[in-house]
């Protein structure tokens, strides 16, 4: 790279716009959506899509919601031109949907273009030509007055042929190529020009297509060229602004947004930002983005999923997992405190309230997403995490303090694989750390009866594999079975709570304790019974204490029941 950049690259001039109203325009409607796809997106893949292909995606693009949709260049080649004859006569044309091809401005290009469209209902026909001094320089070594005249010829050449077809219903539309790069007194000269040859009314408007054919400047460069032109165009109430946003500085969808600040009404782009170069402007982001703010986008992804797949079968580009509200890993938190704050927010979430899942922009649900992906747990990731997949795939709700506890196995194992740990892995962990836990002591039933004062247990164990019957009293069925064991165990805290509903529902006990004056561990158990349950979580704790501490030695030895 150079040193001095600034004697090779020039600056980007900015428009003389004090005045401008953008910054304090707020987005209230969803505009019109064009998408462009099958033509713009399509020539540039490295293998352009076959018929089928095409058509299998302007299928996708109607199940969305696209009322227009450009489906060709058809003068540029035979397969585009079938391609909009298939359409036309095999009626794959909603009647609430407008096909639109591209044309540039040159005769015969006209003419072929016009004649793939014989017998179309309604259609676009959408004409342009380069007016940046760049390309009038270096590209056709033409003035302002030839250029201006090539987008005159071409009007004038689409409007009678037009004339001469009126069984279609015909909108024109008008693209300054390269307007991001002209200068924008010739670009309104152009524009004018052409709409003066087409004379568009407020019943039967043209298009007028405001194209950053390449990304040249910061996005509010690109409203004060649009809210310029918005403010000086001849016939503005006869025209639909249109803008087609390159994404070459990264930062198309900021663009097309503050454009639609300025006073634009349609915006031309892809499914996922597919297009030349760095791409076309992405339409799920900038819909979403809309969504995510109240408004109504005039777009359906509920089943987003669905409509990647067709893309990228279609296409051959694949989705980036970090794409914004589509990819794989975007409804995905790893980091510990994002984990806790989503798992917080997902339980406080009603189900009609506003949401306000922390970290979470929309309801992934809204999209056809599933919350099982949500958290995903790494080496990076703490207690939220984990105790999210635990209750969401498995129903387990553990106490926070047994998050802490059982996390720090998690990270041992993430830490030790270095590898993602999934929903699965955790949940045989947690089996193997808590609920397997049954040695040196085994549950294998119990009797309970209340008496005037007390609860008096007789349970039967296993002992090291050997048959055990004991017996104690106790303010309850588990003080009764702490004191029926004869060890000093301290219960510090219990927490239970369904598993599953209906008949075939089970209870889960957590018990927190401490054995002989040791550290406090957590002991788990589930049964049909919510006493056995209990009786079970007690006996996970205990035989955890007896794993790293050894058998703690009786205050009381047990005694069996006669």
């Not at 009678?160 to 015909?170: H, M, R, Y």
């Not at 060890?487 to 889960?508: C, F, K, T």
């Amino acid at each position: 790279m150079l040193a001095h950049p600034d004697r090779k690259y020039r600056a980007f001039q900015a428009v003389a716009l004090p005045d401008r109203r953008w910054p304090d325009a707020h987005l209230t409607a969803a505009p019109l959506w064009m998408s462009t796809d099958l033509r713009d997106g399509n020539q540039a893949l490295i293998e352009p899509m076959n018929a089928e292909k095409k058509l299998r995606l302007f299928e996708t693009l109607i199940a969305a919601g696209f009322k227009e949709i450009e489906v060709a260049f058809p003068s540029a080649s035979q397969t585009d031109f079938d391609f909009v004859r298939r359409l036309i006569e095999d009626g794959h044309i909603p009647i609430d949907v407008t096909i639109e091809v591209l044309t540039q401005s040159r005769d015969e290009l006209i003419e072929r273009t016009f004649e793939s469209l014989k017998g179309a209902r309604r259609a676009i026909v959408h004409l342009y030509n380069a007016v940046a001094e760049p390309w009038r320089r270096i590209v056709f070594h033409a003035s302002r007055d030839e250029v201006k005249a090539i987008a005159v010829r071409g009007a004038e050449k689409m409007k009678a042929l037009a004339d001469a077809n009126p069984g279609t219903e015909w909108v024109f539309e008008y693209s300054p190529e390269t307007f991001s790069a002209a200068e924008i007194d010739f670009a309104l000269e152009v524009v004018d020009a052409v709409s003066e040859v087409w004379q568009p009314t407020s019943e039967r408007k043209m298009i007028v297509n405001l194209p950053a054919t390449v990304e040249m400047a910061t996005p509010n460069t690109y409203a004060d060229q649009i809210e310029w032109m918005h403010r000086n165009m001849a016939r503005r109430d006869a025209i639909i602004l249109s803008v087609h946003p390159h994404n070459d500085r990264g930062t198309g969808v900021a663009a097309a947004e503050l454009a639609l600040m300025a006073g634009a009404e349609r915006v031309e782009g892809c499914l996922f930002g597919n297009g030349e170069r760095t791409g076309n402007v992405d339409i799920v982001t900038l819909a979403l983005n809309l969504y995510s703010q109240g408004v109504p986008p005039g777009l359906d992804f509920s089943d987003i999923d669905a409509v990647r797949h067709v893309a990228e079968e279609c296409t051959g580009l694949p989705v980036h997992p970090r794409h914004p509200y589509v990819g794989d890993l975007v409804f995905t938190a790893f980091s510990g405190s994002h984990q806790d704050a989503i798992k917080k927010g997902m339980n406080a979430q009603k189900p009609d309230a506003v949401w306000e899942v922390p970290y979470l922009p929309i309801d992934p649900a809204d999209l056809g997403r599933s919350y099982d992906a949500i958290i995903r747990v790494n080496s990076q990731s703490g207690k939220g995490g984990v105790s999210y997949l635990l209750q969401h795939e498995h129903g387990f709700d553990l106490p926070r303090r047994l998050q802490i506890e059982f996390s720090r196995a998690i990270q041992r194992v993430s830490d030790l694989t270095g590898s993602e740990v999934t929903g699965d892995d955790i949940f045989h962990l947690f089996a193997s750390e808590y609920l397997e836990q049954t040695q040196p002591f085994g549950y294998r039933g119990h009797h309970a009866t209340r008496g005037e004062h007390d609860v008096k247990i007789e349970a039967e164990l296993t002992l090291s594999g050997e048959k055990k019957t004991l017996a104690g009293h106790g303010s309850g069925p588990l003080d009764a079975f702490v004191n029926a064991l004869g060890y000093p165990i301290a219960v510090i805290d219990y927490h239970e709570h369904a598993l599953g509903s209906g008949s075939a529902a089970r209870a889960v006990c957590y018990i927190e304790m401490r054995v002989a004056g040791g550290a406090t561990r957590y002991g788990v158990g589930v049964d049909k019974d919510i006493v056995s349950a209990a009786l079970r979580a007690l006996l996970s704790g205990l035989n955890r204490h007896c794993l790293t501490e050894g058998m703690p030695k009786a205050a009381v030895l047990a005694t069996e029941a006669k």
